[in-house]
């Protein structure tokens, strides 16, 4: 019965959208009164069947929450890597009528986590305890998190925002060739997991092909568990008795009581008057509100549209920016529970002025110290983007961390994080991303690591003009500001303002990473002779976003070309 309802509501709207690959547009209403009351819904998020599983929840009836909830789930199912039950994450919300939250369902340090967890004999961290198995794990947030979301601000029943995961988990679904070749490049991790290697490797221990299916027993029974019990399942019960078991059994530090006494917080959103609109961003424990608005701030005044989005000064400048964001992030931020540091004093704006006064172009700042940079393991976060036939709109990012978190399954068939790694497990010394943070992010109980997830919503008088955010770990923060500047200052459309080649510089290691097409010859010359380090990267990013598109008067879902996702816009239907 259950089955049916969830195929009933998600499988004929596969079929009657239009599905592109990156962007699809539909029609809707024109703003009339730049008021926030809204215009056909839409959806954007990294993988297929949970954009359609989010889709089915508005054409339902549902507000943007409702589709949030319904398309984090399904990611926990046909995104494995990154979207999750055993992680955290952020939600901006706007509602209908204007008003905004964030919610922070990030992890927590469990009760058990001292400051020295992750330091050997000799007093030097060891990366591998912080990434890899039981003991990386924070307490996951993401069940309560979309819980309390939905209980504060969704409109449809709790169990029907389930059914496209659970049917996805227990049917199993085909998967990509991207998909097949992450798996496949896990193999030798889950083979290291008894329930990882069940679900994970294919019996017959061949390797994954595109269009094999993917069934998930045990997640498909814990989905269903959340779908009768909310957020209790993850709180107390034979799901967490599971897990805190397997963590004792491995070297991790949960307890029944990490689980039992996890809270979302909702924290303040911070608004940046910028070019005439206003970004609505992710406070402390995200580093996306003091980050953006320090860059945004430190550029103001240079002429960045007049030199264009190729030209080396743009180039360099923006990089001096955030590398000198990087450092008052890396330095000063953290979980604001707990520490007398107050984040709004570096957005003081004569502090600002002062590094808007000592930006140099045509020059290169190295950082105080170098150090190697440490390989960059494959990690993988994702963004989804909605906005509500009201005019609601949401913007999550949640993640494991790590790709596959912590590489170690949870007896009820879900991935564990290891957010671990984000907290300074020793202030001064980089982690996994070479961020190299300070005490203020030091490991405590009970306490949330700093993040760089930046899930953003733009304001153009009044009404949502964009929703989107990143995963990347640290260049999250340079791919949401290259979006913006793309969009805002470089005046590029949706597509080509996400498509647009990206580059990073995060202070320490001082090198400029950029993407094939980023520099062309001029500018790698010049950033050369300026002293900039370089570095071509793959790709960086992954951004799933919607934009209005005024002249249209049309809302466009783009997903990120770098990856298979897939943004749809349903047609006006005011609910
Ligand atoms: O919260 C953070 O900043 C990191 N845990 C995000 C990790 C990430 O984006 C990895 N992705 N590609």
Redesign the pocket.
């Known amino acids: 019965m259950l089955l049916a309802a969830a195929a009933v509501l998600w499988l004929p709207l596969a079929a009657c959208m239009q599905p592109h690959s990156g962007a699809v547009t539909g029609s809707v209403q024109p703003i009339a009164d730049g008021s926030a009351t809204g215009i056909g819904g839409a959806v954007a998020s990294s993988e297929a069947n949970a954009t359609v599983a989010g889709s089915g929840i508005l054409e339902r009836g549902g507000n943007a929450v409702d589709a949030a909830v319904a398309v984090g789930f399904a990611l926990a199912v046909t995104y494995p890597a990154a979207g999750n039950l055993g992680g955290g994450g952020f939600m901006l919300y706007r509602t209908p009528s204007g008003i905004s939250f964030f919610l922070d369902f990030r992890e927590i340090a469990p009760t058990a986590a001292r400051a020295d967890m992750y330091l050997d004999a000799n007093g030097i961290p060891d990366a591998a305890a912080s990434t890899r198995g039981w003991r990386a794990a924070g307490v996951p947030g993401s069940v309560i998190g979309l819980y309390q979301a939905h209980q504060k601000w969704g409109r449809l029943p709790w169990t029907d925002l389930l059914k496209p995961a659970i049917h996805l988990a227990e049917q199993g679904f085909h998967i990509t060739a991207r998909q097949a070749d992450s798996l496949n490049r896990q193999h030798l991790a889950f083979s290291q997991d008894p329930m990882a290697a069940r679900v994970m490797i294919p019996s017959d221990q061949r390797s994954w092909s595109e269009g094999d299916r993917l069934v998930q027993v045990e997640l498909g029974a814990t989905l269903r568990a959340i779908a009768e019990s909310g957020e209790d399942a993850m709180r107390k019960g034979p799901i967490v008795e599971r897990t805190v078991a397997a963590s004792i059994a491995g070297g991790g530090v949960l307890s029944a009581a990490d689980f039992a006494n996890y809270e979302p917080v909702v924290r303040p959103v911070h608004r940046i008057e910028w070019n005439g609109l206003a970004l609505l961003t992710a406070t402390p424990p995200s580093s996306g509100a003091v980050f953006l608005h320090q860059v945004l701030s430190t550029l103001e005044g240079q002429p960045l549209a007049e030199w264009g989005f190729r030209d080396a000064r743009t180039i360099q400048l923006i990089g001096e920016a955030t590398a000198a964001a990087f450092r008052d992030r890396n330095r000063y931020l953290g979980d604001p529970a707990g520490f007398d540091f107050q984040w709004e004093l570096l957005l003081d704006p004569a502090y600002l002025a002062e590094r808007r006064r000592s930006l140099r172009p045509e020059h290169y700042t190295p950082p105080a110290a170098d150090l190697p940079a440490p390989p960059i393991e494959s990690?993988?976060?994702t963004h989804f983007s909605v906005v509500d036939a009201n005019g609601g709109a949401v913007a999550v990012t949640t993640?494991l961390?790590g790709s596959y978190g912590a590489k170690v399954m949870a007896p009820d068939g879900f991935f564990l994080n290891n957010?671990m790694d984000?907290f300074a497990a020793q202030p001064g010394v980089a982690n996994q991303f070479g961020l190299v943070q300070g005490r203020y992010n030091a490991i405590a109980a009970g306490r949330r690591p700093l993040?760089?997830?930046s899930p953003v919503l733009v304001l153009r008088d009044g009404a949502v003009d964009a929703v989107f955010g990143s995963?990347?770990?640290p260049t999250?923060l340079t791919t949401v500001l290259q979006v913006l500047l793309n969009r805002y200052v470089f005046g590029l459309d949706p597509q080509a303002a996400v498509r647009a080649p990206r580059f990073h510089r995060q202070d320490l290691p001082p090198v400029l990473r950029f993407e094939a097409g980023r520099l062309d010859r001029h500018a790698n010359q010049a950033l050369d002779e300026w002293g900039q380090p370089l570095s071509r990267t793959p790709s960086i990013g992954d951004v799933n976003a919607i934009f209005r598109d005024l002249e249209a008067g049309e809302w466009r879902a783009v997903a990120d070309p770098r990856r298979s996702g897939l943004g749809l816009v349903l047609p006006l239907r005011k609910n």
Do not use: A, F, V
Request: proline share 7%; no cysteine; charged share 20%.
């Open positions: 990690t993988e976060t993640t961390n957010e984000d993040s760089s997830m995963p990347g770990g999250i």
